[in-house]
């Protein structure tokens, strides 16, 4: 018997065999010629993938958070006002991170957790106060509440003549996001969600407006190790083919790393977003088909990478370890205010529809254990039904 599980969480996901390769490679010397053609190439795909033509991309070795920080310690002054678009848990953690580095920071908020603020606020927010940034978190990915109208929110907030930042750590390569058409001056990820790459990787695509703003500071950025003036060079060397070197560079990673982006390239951006969508409804289709509640209170709050199902009536976490004995590992909530009432399904990077209905299947194996009554194979019939239209 298999005793591996299906890894169904919000990051890192099933990554495919080809990029497992790369990592279990001999490593080779940082500045070998053929790891600098490797690194130049996956700076090249990076701007594919983030469709963002006139970016810098940076890869660091590093997680998400650490995007997040580079982001703010690099576009950040003392006294700079920053405008959060607070959708949960990583909108939070952004205002943090952005109040470290100095930003006097304005949230604008859901009326509930599962919801994203509305159009409505976020204007009025930009009319109240005047920014240099207005960060976004694309999909939070502790409520899978996705801000589907990020291409407005990012007029809005260049109009009010701010920098628009994007956390794309749950979306970037998953959910549809278009820098360069929807006007997004900063994206950022992590290598183990939708890229496709073991974890270990900060990802970060500053377009010009960004960069020009860094060029522009007048005080030195406030951490060491993110300092773009260090890593601009050593991103532009490698670029160009040549050697460079300020901190050793994941070697392993970055060849895995140009394996996915190849990988994304070759399915197509447009190809990827349709495929997630399809994915995520299915999953959807039949949570809402076995009579689960889920956290985003609407349709157009609903992220493509992930699915937040609350706990049916009667049944507790426990479900997770039932979900488990059948195959599948999910993860548990994250939100704090409903931490206990929810699990989430991560659904990015190399899914399939078979990985969607076993992953359905063991939530009813797992629901069924928990003594929940319903009808076995009505949320494989509705995810089958999604997926065969
Ligand atoms: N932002 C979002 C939206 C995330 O989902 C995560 C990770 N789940 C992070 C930031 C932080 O990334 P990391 O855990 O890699 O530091």
Known sequence: MKNRKLLMIPGPVEFTPEVLRAMGMPTTSHVAPNFIEVF?????????????????????????????????ANLVEPGDHALVVNTGYFSDRFASILERYGAQVTQVGAPVVGDAPSVESVEAALKAG??????LTHVDTSTAVGISGLAGLAALARQAGALVLVDGVCSVAGEELR????????????????????PGLALVMAGPRAMEAFRRR???????????????????????????????????????????????LEEGMDARFARHRKLSQALKAAVHALGLAQVPVRADVTAATLTAPYYPGGVDASLLSHIGAAGVIVAGGLHP????????????????PSDILTTVGAIEQGLARAGYRFELGSGLAAAQRTLAA
């Not at 130049?40 to 958070?65: D, K, M």
């Not at 820098?179 to 073991?198: C, F, H, N, R, Y």
């Not at 205010?337 to 399939?352: E, L, N, P, S, W």
Request: proline share 6%; with cysteine; net charge positive.
């Open 40 to 72: 130049g190439q996956a700076l090249e795909r990076l701007r594919q993938v983030f469709l963002c033509s006139n970016g810098q991309p940076f890869i660091l070795s590093g997680t998400g958070t650490l995007a997040m920080d580079t982001a703010a």
């Open 130 to 135: 005047s920014y240099k940034l207005v960060t």
């Open 179 to 198: 820098m360069d058409e929807w006007g997004v001056d900063l994206a950022l990820t992590a290598s183990q969600k939708a890229i496709g790459v073991p």
């Open 218 to 264: 007048r005080s030195p950025v406030g951490s060491y190790y993110s300092d773009w003036s260090y890593w601009l060079p050593v991103m532009q060397a490698y670029e160009a083919r040549k050697p460079s070197y300020f901190g050793t560079p994941p070697v392993n990673l970055i060849w895995a790393l140009n394996v996915s982006l190849g990988q994304i």
């Open 337 to 352: 205010q409903i931490k206990d009432r929810y699990f989430r399904v991560g659904h990015m990077g190399a899914v399939t």
